[in-house]
T-cell receptor
Framework: DAGVIQSPRHEVTEMGQEVTLRCKPISGHNSLFWYRQTMMRGLELLIY????????DSGMPEDRFSAKMPNASFSTLKIQPSEPRDSAVYFCASTYRGHYGYTFGSGTRLTVV | KNEVEQSPQNLTAQEGEFITINCSYSVGISALHWLQQHPGGGIVSLFM???GKKKHGRLIATINIQEKHSSLHITASHPRDSAVYICAVKAAGNKLTFGGGTRVLVKP
């Protein structure tokens, strides 16, 4: 298995633009997580899905952020409109019921200028 | 007070030294994870523990559920061990709560 695949690896965009981050979890994993990492706040959970259903989105900062998981093999995190304070590394992770550990993607480094 | 506290925040060691990183948590958990993140790199899961001790190569992780405390030890440290080590706990559901991380620098 290629692991959790995120794209793009790097994204630089102008304030106000829409940004879409993508994640392909490990096949067979039933939970998917979106995290944001900044120097100031460390790793924060944004949202997680069980069996493609959003379970906890309390970490989503505001309505500008939305996440979808249309099927078991794909998820997106969208920011519209983007702002400079959204600059961070966004990680996707997946697990099978948390029983066997979590696998993280390589992250997307987002810079909003 | 954060639910997961790590200490120290930063640690510098000479190559070959024994390193210990501590993690304390305040909630009931079903599992505790130790993660490693190299500079500019992704996050790798090192251990998942629910009791006792696990060993992988030069890394040892222990957990004391009663005391709500875990330690990660690195024996015979090497410059390639330089990274941020993150403790994370799994409480309700599959959600992880993270500590602030310990930045380790091993000098040759």
């Amino acid at each position: 298995d290629a692991g959790v695949i995120q794209s793009p690896r790097h994204e630089v965009t102008e304030m106000g633009q829409e940004v879409t981050l993508r994640c392909k979890p490990i096949s067979g994993h039933n939970s998917l997580f979106w995290y944001r990492q900044t120097m100031m706040r460390g790793l924060e959970l944004l949202i997680y899905f069980n069996n493609n259903v959003p379970i906890d989105d309390s970490g989503m900062p505001e309505d500008r952020f939305s996440a979808k998981m249309p099927n078991a093999s794909f998820s997106t995190l969208k920011i519209q409109p983007s702002e400079p304070r959204d600059s961070a590394v966004y990680f996707c992770a997946s697990t099978y019921r948390g029983h066997y550990g979590y696998t993280f993607g390589s992250g997307t480094r987002l810079t909003v200028v | 007070k954060n639910e997961v506290e790590q200490s120290p925040q930063n640690l510098t060691a000479q190559e070959g030294e024994f390193i210990t990183i501590n993690c304390s948590y305040s909630v009931g958990i079903s599992a505790l994870h130790w993660l490693q993140q190299h500079p500019g790199g992704g996050i790798v899961s090192l251990f998942m523990l629910s009791s006792g001790k696990k060993k992988h190569g030069r890394l040892i992780a222990t957990i004391n559920i009663q005391e709500k405390h875990s330690s990660l030890h690195i024996t015979a440290s090497h410059p390639r061990d330089s990274a941020v080590y993150i403790c994370a706990v799994k409480a309700a559901g599959n959600k992880l709560t993270f500590g602030g991380g310990t930045r380790v620098l091993v000098k040759p």
